[in-house]
Nanobody, 124 residues
Framework: QVHLVESGGGLVQAGGSLRLSCALS????????MGWFRQAPGKEREFAAG????????YYADSVKGRFSISRDNNKNTVYLQMVSLKPADTGVYYC?????????????????WGQGTQVTVSS
């Protein structure tokens, strides 16, 4: 059974940076496309970034494009989300997800496994 563990969240001032990590265990990491989603209080979970199995393709929500960068290290079974120029609107719980199929990378329903999430708080 695939298990995902996120880390790297925290409190940062607006304009600051954070790097999230997500480690996968219990499965062949390179066989999964990966995604990062986020959920602000009182709002639905939304797509932030995604990456294909071989890192050839990356996808970003318009709201984070140019500020967030997703990457993966298949040797370390880990996916990363580098976030710069953070805004208070980026506040939320960030979830890592793994996708084994070829469904649309931006849809939460396309993903098979989810982590527990890590809190990101951006103060103004």
């Amino acid at each position: 059974q695939v298990h995902l563990v996120e880390s790297g969240g925290g409190l940062v001032q607006a304009g600051g940076s954070l790097r999230l990590s997500c480690a996968l265990s219990g499965g062949a990491f390179s066989s999964y496309a990966m995604g990062w989603f986020r959920q602000a209080p009182g709002k639905e979970r939304e797509f932030a970034a995604g990456i294909s199995r071989s890192s050839v393709n990356t996808y970003y929500a318009d709201s984070v494009k140019g500020r967030f960068s997703i990457s993966r290290d298949n040797n370390k079974n880990t996916v990363y989300l580098q976030m710069v120029s953070l805004k208070p609107a980026d506040t939320g719980v960030y979830y890592c997800a793994a996708r084994s199929g070829i469904q649309h990378p931006m849809r939460p329903g396309s993903y098979d496994s989810w982590g527990q999430g890590t809190q990101v708080t951006v103060s103004s």
